[in-house]
């Protein structure tokens, strides 16, 4: 029943270093829309280049406002995800990925019915 005397936080030994808040007068706010250095670097690579500065891409909301547009009220996979990508302007490099993340989002959805390669808005 030896246990270490080590703190142990979630599985793994503690080896921060302890940080402290700055006081009123100390340092100046920083400027808007920027995150302090640490924030920065704890987003993942490709939050920053979806649809703006680290915000998530809403496939579901996007793809529903592509087919209030369409004739029909309905457009085949391919054609959609053109015009989505078009709207998201997410990257460039990675559109497999997020073809993919799309497609399951849609498929999910239930303010949109999939059959086949057809995606259309349920009524």
């Known amino acids: 029943m030896g246990r270490s005397s080590k703190l142990k936080i979630e ?5 921060g270093t302890k940080k402290t ?5 100390d340092e100046a706010p920083a400027a808007a829309g920027q ?24 496939w579901a909301k996007l793809a529903i406002a592509v087919l209030k547009q369409a004739p029909g009220r309905s457009l085949r996979w391919k054609k959609l995800w053109k015009l989505v990508w078009a709207e998201a302007q997410a990257g460039a490099g990675e559109e497999a990925a997020y ?4 497609w399951q989002k849609l498929q999910g ?10 995606v259309a808005l349920s009524s």
């Open 109 to 118: 959805s239930s303010k949109l019915s999939v059959s086949g390669k057809l």
């Open 99 to 102: 073809r993919d993340a799309c």
């Open 35 to 58: 995150l302090p250095a640490a924030e920065a670097e704890a987003q993942p690579a490709g939050a920053s280049g979806a649809a703006g500065a680290g915000k998530r891409v809403k």
């Open 21 to 25: 808040f700055a006081e009123e007068g």
């Open 11 to 15: 599985g793994g030994s503690w080896q």
